[in-house]
């Protein structure tokens, strides 16, 4: 069982900034695929971007040039770097760690972009 706990969420302005943590709870972090997902109110929950152990990417077409994603393995954490944020960037922002059909979910952070 891997834990994954969420922290940065928050409160901003359209155009600024924020930067999303996900600190996991295992010793075999490097293994997993990390992803960052969001759902907003009445809509699906989506990709916003996954990065592979071997450092592989991939981002959501609505956020390819405004969000990095990263990850500290000696940290056990993943990152996701979100500049130039939109209002229609509001949604809670979930850590997803996979490896093979095992998969875990983090409670979810709350960003919320006014305009």
């Known amino acids: 069982q891997v834990q994954l706990v969420e922290s940065g969420g928050g409160l901003v302005q359209a155009g600024g900034s924020l930067r999303l943590s996900c600190a996991a709870s295992?010793?075999?972090?490097?293994?997993?695929?990390m992803g960052w997902y969001r759902q907003a109110p009445g809509k699906q929950r989506e990709l916003v971007a996954r990065i592979t152990s071997t450092g592989f990417i991939t981002y959501g077409d609505s956020v390819k040039g405004r969000f990095t994603i990263s990850r500290d393995n000696a940290k056990n954490t993943v990152y996701l770097q979100m500049i130039s944020l939109k209002p229609e960037d509001t949604a809670v922002y979930y850590c997803?760690?996979?490896?093979?059909?095992?998969?875990?979910w983090g409670q979810g952070t709350q960003v919320t972009v006014s305009s």
């Open positions: 997803n760690a996979q490896y093979f059909t095992n998969g875990y």
């Open positions: 295992t010793t075999r972090f490097s293994i997993y695929t």
